[in-house]
């Protein structure tokens, strides 16, 4: 006869339960405990707040370039001569860095708008003000490395590796830019 106790090993019992129900409740808790920390991340609501701005474009005058604040950075918006819109066509073919045709960097010839952030190591170009050195191009200069954007926000010297980033825009009434769509 067998008189050996049968194999309970792969039967559950109160002590898998309790297991299973401390594992939970410590999953549970500290889920709870890192929500504050999670939710500090979101945005704040200055910066929501910001998310989306006007800029009214009617007082710029033809060459002029200013600079507005959105989402924290800096962005840059140029009322572009006929010289500067020729000078930015003709170098549509010109061996590049980040390869882009005038046309597919704005939506109206007259107005560039740019993020006006060194896309090498997060510097803000210079160029803004006519006193201001803008290179070879006639754009922006970064100082700090070197390089060198044209009329267009091209970088055509330097070590930048792509061109100035351009914000989502859209030209809404006569002479009204809404950055941040």
């Not at 106790?5 to 109160?14: A, G, L, M, Q, V």
């Not at 590049?96 to 993020?115: M, S």
């Not at 201001?132 to 490395?145: A, K, P, T």
């Amino acid at each position: 006869m067998n008189t050996s106790k049968p194999d309970n090993s792969k039967r559950p019992d109160r002590r898998d339960f309790i297991y299973i129900a401390a594992g939970s409740g410590l999953t549970a808790g500290a889920a709870f405990a890192a929500w504050p920390f999670i939710d500090s991340m979101n945005p704040s609501a200055d910066v929501m707040a910001k998310s989306k701005i006007e800029v009214d474009l009617k007082p710029m005058e033809v060459g002029q370039r200013i600079t507005v604040k959105w989402g924290g950075k800096p962005v840059f918006i140029s009322r572009r001569t006929a010289r500067e819109i020729a000078e930015a066509e003709a170098d549509d073919n010109a061996k590049l860095i980040d390869p882009a045709t005038d046309d597919e960097r704005v939506q109206q010839k007259e107005w560039l708008i740019v993020i006006g952030i060194c896309t090498h190591l997060g510097c803000v170009p210079v160029g803004q003000r006519p006193a201001q050195i803008r290179g070879n191009w006639n754009g922006w200069y970064c100082v700090c490395h070197g390089s060198v954007y044209d009329t267009a926000g091209r970088v055509r010297v330097g070590p930048a590796p792509r061109n100035l980033d351009l914000p989502p825009y859209q030209f809404l009434e006569d002479g009204i830019v809404q950055i941040g769509v």
